[in-house]
Nanobody, 126 residues
Framework: QVQLVESGGGFAQAGGSLRVSCAASGRTFSSRAMGWFRQAPGKEREFVSTINWSGTTVSYADSVKGRFTISRDNAKNTVDLQMNSLKPEDTAVYYC???????????????????WGQGTQVTVSS
């Protein structure tokens, strides 16, 4: 299992930008696809973005496509989510997730992820 720690959440005004980062422990990071999910109060956790093991294949939820960008650095064991043109409906706790070791393909499904971070709050005011 890999340990994940998110950072970089905070407050932004609508139209602004934030970047959230996830640092992973261990030596198996590069063999895993990674994902970002979010959960707003009273709602289920939903898919935001995913990236394959090498960073060459990415996918986004329709609600963030064109505004968010996922990237990873396997040398640093990090995966980032750059969020631009933020909207109040982007307000949520953002979670980093890792697929099991050797699962290199991206996935939008929560059940395909075995490790989760503690989450970081993102709040966007109108």
């Amino acid at each position: 299992q890999v340990q994940l720690v998110e950072s970089g959440g905070g407050f932004a005004q609508a139209g602004g930008s934030l970047r959230v980062s996830c640092a992973a422990s261990g030596r198996t990071f590069s063999s895993r696809a990674m994902g970002w999910f979010r959960q707003a109060p009273g709602k289920e956790r939903e898919f935001v973005s995913t990236i394959n093991w090498s960073g060459t294949t990415v996918s986004y939820a329709d609600s963030v496509k064109g505004r968010f960008t996922i990237s990873r650095d396997n040398a640093k064991n990090t995966v980032d989510l750059q969020m631009n043109s933020l909207k109040p409906e982007d307000t949520a706790v953002y979670y980093c997730a890792a697929r099991p070791e050797g699962s290199r393909g991206p996935s939008p499904l929560r059940g395909d992820y075995g490790s989760w971070g503690q989450g970081t709050q993102v709040t966007v005011s109108s």
